[in-house]
């Protein structure tokens, strides 16, 4: 929404601040000011002036030297446009003065164009002759003016006059943000009422006079009004002007209507779309002569009918869509656009005036649907007061009557349901001095409301609201116009009174902090990716057709096929990031992620999907397997997960080397993967070194974890030292050996250690050498020869039955 | 005639404790001096050939001579020992300008050092962390929050849905209602999160990012209190010398709303390209919640009242540590990660 300053003016006289204090006034009090334009900017020593004689140039074909007067003297100017002609009133920028910008409409610069005297091909020219586009405008809003060449001026203009003036330039436009529950603010009006409650001026309605009260014929002999679908529409007026005589619309309002960039048309267009700034209620006008059985009726369209409208496209329509219809046929789009079939034309002499309430939401999705948002369908869709629309039909008929364009017929044919009633909401200041935690004056607070035209009645201590502020409904809604007023800025600053309580994180955010922790101080840097990927994600990481992960929830409005669904899996966005670096040849990348993957219960999804945080490990470079197996070991000691682990590589992950991955298990539960990335996945993601992940499933770590510590006394005994060196078959896991030897240990058992293993030269094919060091210690008492052999035998017997040698 | 010897042998001992140059001479001069071969065992050893009463007398001056050479070896020593530490110490001085070895520790995303920064801030002042779902039934994200089933933020352009009853929420907000609807009063909460927007991506968009909710439900809550909580808020997370400025606005779950602006903390409020010259950088929304949404999740409005605020976190990162686009975030190059 965009008014200018001047056509606010008009109904707050009195009001005087600049340009900065009214943006900053109206954005505290609640109409936020995004910025002002001034039209003038740039714009100095600009006059009127007469083309007195048009000369040839002795040295340029396409240049031409003018004797123009600007008032009190002729100037001498060389020009090089293409349509000077000897007695045009042109505008002239004189020496030293400044425009905005080129004549080639190009991007305006900050400080403008300094015109100086001076020479063109030898002959001097003391000043410019200007395009529209040089003073910052364009066709748009002035269509008079040429394509290319000089904005020429009535002869009635006077020279030497300020043509900025004339042009009505001498202006500011201010943008706002209009928030959606303040529809009133889309007009100027609206504002102009918020701007006379914010610097507490006088705000003045324009003066409409009562029309067509002595015409022979009324509305309803011409015209008469069924409404069929009054979900959709609660108010239809219409009034007919006949004797329409099509012309130019006066100065003021073309202004007024360039300020808000709207293009001046003719006289009937022109007031129609300024009613439509004015009121923010926006008008129709058909003809009248094509409007068949002397009828509208307001009804739904039918599936698959088409409609022209009046741009010359045809439009597709369904049954949701709101169809104005004579008694034949359907002759506009409610709220939208009217048709081909029933538009003003330069012969019109009968004009049908609608002006009509529609359903909000209704007018949004049926733009949407029919493809085609206009300024009108943008005030419908936010729902308009059923009240204004008179208000601004009358004003309408009064326009013509002063602009001289028709003659107004007697009354309005007026269809609605029932209309908007004022609002009556309880007068509490007590209690809205406790919510707002101020001391405001009862007195003060009626002064806010009469301001803003809210009416007081003292024995019922209520509030009466105008229809137009629909967002008035109750206590709160009148709290905070009282805030707005009285300044949000003077409010005090103060804190809850309530005793103070121990916030903190909840338990599973305690165990991220901890994953993040081990996995920063073990070089990894956290990255966050989208929840969102592409199906084809699967196939990257080679998953089959059937795998559970695929069961995604779906997007139905997606941005695109990239971000379609919902992960299952957390590994693309690491992978994905992975990538990037090795791209980019940044070094030895080591990133984590946590993540949540979105595991739906059902499909389709009927209720909340798992949630489930992953703990997700990457990196390529230095680095191996038992590296980032340090890593998550790291972590489940820091959260009191290390006994009973259980790396399984029996699972076999498509999308890692098929002899380097593990599940991992914890108390037999699977609490997590890892694993080197397969090299096709690889491939696929272009990471050009080993890469090797991890991923802890944090649901189940969050079960598991536990932060509560025992100390155990120091060792008093000494401990005893048995070395095994043995050969053991290629297929026996370290982790089953060091199982067995621990269930074969038992209590004396304190540690078990692997210190060297080789394949290769020496060793029979098919076996491995494995050395271990036992640590065998009783807390209680020295070892005995006796207990070291007996668990050394229970120990060497479980060898045996695995298949292991002893080297001796 | 003993007199003399001793004060040979203690002169002799003084030259060859000197002449020892390093410690396994000097080691050696020990055992010649004081050892059982050494002068002055012998001069011991000759004892039985003094006069009886004469014994006390020499064998002090034997014992005075050998705490003599002794102190001279025990100060000999202690010199050789600090000469070689210092011999050492000067041979193994490194260049201290070579560079570091690799920075071992990883980093944190600059948008959780955010949201750390802002859970540190609310925990403090007794607000619990909670979290709430991110795909998410309608009722919560919207109808909850007093956004009516036509309101134009449900337009299907801002929002992903995953059908007609569930979607992407698009807010933190509904986390509010989820924990109303628990019922346990008075309410302190902080609910960070990712959240979804139908915007595709470029420098300032994402269709997906991070809010911190913040909802305070109890008697006698005013929107001075708002104010004060959040100016706090900023000062802590801005720098103490940061001012705040509130303007209206409007959210349909909050009356009165606003908007609250934190005093550029680039130009200080001067205005600067930072700041577009305005001196103020709009933070986040807020309001005193909405008494419908209130009675929507049956908290009496006439008891309890509350406020609410919602921080865009990438919108604080962004700008606390001056990234000029937000598609860096996502993106995960090391170089960039390795900044925070």
């Avoid at chain 1, 029979?764 to 020869?785: Q, V, W």
Wanted: proline share 5%; with cysteine; aromatic share 8%.
């Amino acid at each position: 929404m965009n008014t200018s300053l001047n056509w606010l003016k008009a109904y707050v006289p009195d009001l005087e601040c600049t340009d900065q204090e009214f943006m900053d006034r109206m954005t505290m009090t609640g109409t936020k000011t995004e910025g002002y334009r001034r039209l003038d900017k740039n714009l100095e020593k600009i006059v009127i002036g007469e083309v007195k004689s048009v000369s040839p140039h002795p040295d340029a074909d396409k240049l031409v030297i003018c004797q123009v007067n600007v008032g009190d003297k002729d100037i001498q100017i060389v020009t090089g446009a293409p349509n000077v002609f000897e007695g045009a009133h042109v505008i002239v920028v004189l020496d030293g003065g400044k425009v905005a910008g080129g004549h080639d409409g190009s991007p305006l610069p900050e400080d403008g164009i300094e015109i100086k005297a001076g020479k063109l091909r030898g002959v001097e020219s003391f000043g410019m002759m200007c395009s529209i586009e040089e003073l910052g405008s364009s066709r748009d809003v002035f269509p008079d003016a040429p394509e290319d060449g000089l904005y020429i001026l009535p002869a009635d203009t006077v020279p030497g006059e300020d043509a900025i003036e004339y042009l009505g330039l001498h202006d500011t436009v201010f943008e706002y943000e209009i928030t959606s529950n303040r529809v009133d603010c889309y007009s100027v009006l609206g504002i102009a009422r918020e701007a006379a409650a914010s610097f507490d001026k006088e705000f003045k309605m324009p003066e409409v006079p009562v029309t067509g009260e002595d015409a022979n014929e009324s509305a309803s002999d011409r015209i008469s009004v069924e409404i069929k679908d009054t979900d959709l529409c609660t108010r239809y007026i219409g009034r007919v002007v006949t004797d329409v005589t099509i012309g130019e619309s006066p100065d003021w309002m073309k202004k007024r209507l360039r300020s808000a960039g709207i293009r001046p048309i003719n006289n009937l267009v022109d007031i129609t779309n300024y009613v439509m700034m004015e009121y923010g209620q926006p008008m129709h006008a058909f003809d009248l002569s094509t409007i068949a059985g002397n009828k509208i009726i307001v009804r739904r369209a039918k599936d698959g009918d088409k409609f022209v409208t009046l741009d010359g496209n045809e439009r597709t329509l369904d049954s949701e869509v709101l169809m104005i219809c004579d008694g034949e046929k359907e002759i506009g789009i409610a709220g939208i656009m009217g048709g081909e079939n029933s538009m003003i034309t330069g012969d019109v002499h009968e004009v049908l005036f609608e002006a009509a309430t529609f359903n909000g939401p209704n007018i949004r999705k049926s733009a949407k649907r029919v493809g085609l948002r206009t300024d009108a369908s943008g005030i419908f869709e936010k729902g308009l007061d059923a009240n204004n629309a008179m208000d601004a039909i009358n004003r309408a008929c009064a326009l013509v009557e002063e602009l001289g364009c028709g003659k107004v017929l007697k009354g309005a044919v007026d269809v609605h349901e029932p209309l908007p009633e004022k609002k009556h909401i309880a007068f509490e200041p007590e209690r809205i001095n406790e919510f707002l935690g101020t001391d405001i004056a009862e007195e003060d607070m009626l002064k806010y409301f009469e301001r803003l035209e809210i009416e007081y009645d003292p024995k019922a201590k209520e509030l009466i609201c105008p229809t137009f502020r629909q967002d008035l409904l109750g206590f709160a809604d009148i709290s905070e116009e009282v805030a707005r007023f009285y300044g949000y800025d003077r409010i005090p600053v103060t804190l809850p009174s309530s005793g103070a309580e121990a916030g903190g994180l909840p338990f599973k955010m305690v165990i991220e902090t901890v994953s993040r922790n081990v996995a920063e101080f073990n070089g990894f840097s956290q990255c966050m990716s989208y929840s969102m990927e592409s199906p084809k994600v699967f196939d990257k990481l080679m998953l089959p057709k059937d795998a559970p992960e695929r069961n995604a929830i779906k997007i139905s409005n997606p941005l695109g096929e990239d971000f379609s669904i919902m992960r299952t899996i957390i590994l693309n966005g690491l992978l994905t990031s992975l990538s990037l670096n090795f791209n980019r040849r940044n070094k030895n990348v080591k990133l984590y992620e946590l993540g949540n993957i979105y595991i739906p219960k059902s499909l389709p999804l009927t209720d909340y999907p798992d949630e489930r945080m992953q703990f997700a490990l990457g990196f390529y470079g230095d680095g191996n397997f038992y590296d980032m197996k340090g890593v998550v070991e790291e972590f489940l000691i820091k959260t009191g997960m290390r006994e009973d682990l259980k790396y399984d590589p029996s699972d076999k992950k498509p999308f890692l080397h098929p002899g380097r991955q593990a599940d991992i298990f914890h108390k037999g539960v699977k609490i997590g993967y890892m694993g080197e990335l397969h090299p096709m996945v690889r491939k696929n993601y272009e990471i050009g070194e080993r890469t090797i992940i991890a991923v802890l499933d944090m649901p189940e770590i969050v079960k598991k974890a536990n932060f509560s510590r025992k100390y155990v006394g120091l060792a008093r005994f000494p401990a005893v030292n048995r070395d095994l060196s043995m050969v053991v078959p290629k297929n026996v896991l370290a982790g089953d050996i060091e199982n067995m030897i621990r269930v074969r240990g038992g209590k004396l058992l304190e540690n078990v250690a692997l210190f060297d293993i080789y394949e290769g030269e020496q060793i029979k094919e098919g076996f491995k050498s494995m050395a271990y060091t036992l640590t065998l210690r009783n807390p209680e008492k020295t070892l005995s020869d006796e207990e070291i052999t007996s668990v050394m035998k229970k120990i060497l017997n479980g060898l045996e039955g695995m298949g292991i040698e002893l080297r001796s | 005639m003993v007199k003399e010897k001793l004060e040979e042998i203690r002169e002799q001992a003084l030259r060859q404790i000197e002449a020892s140059l390093d410690l396994e001479k000097l080691n050696n001069a020990r055992v010649d001096l004081l050892g059982k071969k050494g002068a002055l065992t012998a001069v011991l050893k000759g004892m039985k050939d003094v006069a009886a009463e004469d014994r006390p007398k020499v064998g002090q001056m034997v014992n005075d001579t050998r705490a003599e050479i002794e102190k001279a070896l025990e100060e000999a020593k202690n010199k050789l020992e600090v000469a070689a530490m210092e011999a050492q110490l000067s041979a193994e001085t490194i260049d201290v300008t070579l560079p570091a070895t690799g920075r071992i520790i990883g980093h944190r995303h600059p948008n959780q050092i955010a949201l750390e920064e802002m859970e540190r801030i609310f925990t403090g002042l007794g607000y619990e962390v909670v979290e709430g779902p991110e795909v998410e039934k309608d009722y919560y994200n919207f109808e909850a929050l007093n956004i009516p089933a036509d309101h134009p933020a449900k337009d299907e352009q801002d929002t992903f849905y995953i059908n007609g009853e569930m979607l992407l929420r698009t807010q933190t907000s509904g986390a509010q209602v989820h924990e109303m609807e628990k019922g346990r009063l008075p309410i302190r909460m902080i609910s960070p999160g990712r959240v979804y927007r139908s915007d595709e991506v470029d420098a300032t968009h994402s269709p997906c990012f991070h809010q911190v909710e913040g909802l305070l439900i109890d008697e006698h809550v005013t929107f001075s209190d708002l104010k004060g909580t959040l100016t706090q808020f900023a000062k802590e997370l801005f720098g103490e010398d940061t001012k705040v400025k509130f303007r209206p606005h409007h959210f349909p779950f909050t009356e009165p709303s606003a908007e609250m602006d934190v005093s550029c903390f680039k130009c200080g409020g001067k205005g600067c390209r930072f700041c577009k010259g305005e001196g103020w950088i709009e933070i986040l929304g807020c309001g005193m919640v909405h008494p419908h949404v209130l009675e929507m999740s049956k908290i009496d409005p006439l008891k309890y009242k509350g406020f609410a605020f919602g921080v865009g976190l990438e919108r604080i990162a962004l700008l606390k540590y001056e990234i000029d686009d937000m598609r860096l975030m996502y993106e995960n190059d090391s170089r960039f990660l390795g900044q925070f």
